[in-house]
Each structure stands twice: as C-alpha cells, then as structure tokens.
C-alpha cells in the first residue's frame, strides 16, 4: 500500500506540472523510486493511474462538502441563504489546499488542467464531482424558488471556472494587480467568491425566498 501511494503521490506531482498528455508512465515510476511493472501492476495503463490520482482526493472533497451543506441547511432550516450554502460548499477545498500540505497544491492544479480540458475533462469531472454539485443545486432551489434548472446550471458553470482556475494558484491575479492581490492568499479569495458568486446567482436566477 506504501508504494501504491508513493506511486500515486508521484503522479500527482507530475501530471500537476505537465498534465496527462505530458507525463509517461517511465516519468512516474522514477520519480516514485520504483520498476515500471509496478506502476502497470498497480493501475495496468496511464488512464487508469491518472484516474487513480483523481479519485483519491476527490472522495474527501466530496464528502467534505456534501457533509458541510447537508449540515448548514439542517442548522439553519428556513433561513438558509445563497451565501451559507456558497461558504459552506466552497470552505473545504480553500481548508485543504490552506492546510493539507504540498499534495493537495498539486491536487487543486490538476483539477484546474482538468476542468479546462477538452479531450476528457468534461467526463472526468462529472465522474467525480457531479453528484456533490447536484445536492448543492437541489438545496440552492429551495432557496431561490422562481430560479430556472438552466439559470443554476450556467451559475454553478461559471463559478466552476473561478473556483478551479483560484485554487490552481497560477499567479496571474499577483501579475495583474501589479502584487496588490495575492494567488495565494486562499483566506481571502474564499471569502471574495462567497460574495461574488452568491450575488451572480441572484443576478441570474431571481431573488431569494420571503422569509
């Protein structure tokens, strides 16, 4: 299990840095310190490893996530706002890349590669995040009851990119506010897209529900 992980450890890194079509299975197998038998024993083909890669940390994302909403709306029933579900869904992967050390950087980067990719992007992240993204949208309709399924859709897509493209850290928001703002400052670019997207989503799917 201990070089099952360090193989998964070393894949991550790489195809963070280079993505999928940049990294061979050789690449990886010496930068795990290992044969290349073993990474095909372990996961048979590139895909399957990348997959591999994916889901390990997409299942503590998700759950994280799925318990955070599920807990908010039942704390705070009827006066549960679009920003309580927005902080609630989105704290948990700022809270691992703040704080889970070098492998979720290199998570939060590959998730980034991915949602933007045209190939297979698309699949892989509805593979692993769609059902998580569903329950948040079912709670956001009982918020914003006159919201069209079509208007939630193209709001969560649009939060999607920012979300992906932030916790990537790239370093062009440093760039472009001549370091007036930082990539990495997480605290406060979770706090900022909590307001940004709650405001977006009213913005495209009607005001919230009397209370």
């Not at 990294?23 to 997959?51: M, W």
């Not at 703002?181 to 997207?197: K, N, P």
Request: charged share 25%.
């Amino acid at each position: 299990m201990e070089t099952r992980e360090s193989i998964l450890d070393a894949a991550e890194d790489l195809f963070s840095k280079h993505g999928f079509y940049g990294v061979t299975i050789r690449e990886v197998a010496r930068e795990a310190g290992v044969d290349t038998a073993l990474v095909h024993y372990y996961f048979r083909a590139k895909r399957g490893l990348f997959d591999a890669v994916f889901l390990r940390r997409a299942e503590i994302w998700n759950n994280d996530r799925v318990a955070a909403i599920d807990r908010y709306a039942r704390e705070a029933g009827p006066a549960m706002t679009v920003e309580g579900l927005l902080e609630a869904f989105l704290r948990p992967p700022f809270e691992w890349s703040l704080k889970g050390g070098p492998g979720w950087k290199h998570y939060a980067a590959l998730v980034a590669q991915t949602n933007a990719q045209p190939v297979f992007g698309g699949e892989t992240m509805a593979r692993y995040f769609d059902p998580a993204i569903r329950r948040l949208i079912e709670l956001l309709r009982q918020v914003l009851p006159d919201a069209r399924d079509q208007d939630l859709y193209w709001a969560w897509h649009n939060l999607s990119g920012a979300l992906t493209l932030t916790l990537g850290e790239t370093g062009r928001l440093d760039r472009l506010s001549g370091g007036l703002c930082r990539s990495g400052d997480l605290e406060a670019a979770g706090d900022y897209m909590v307001r940004f997207a709650a405001a977006g989503f009213r913005a495209v799917c009607g005001g919230e529900r009397a209370r």
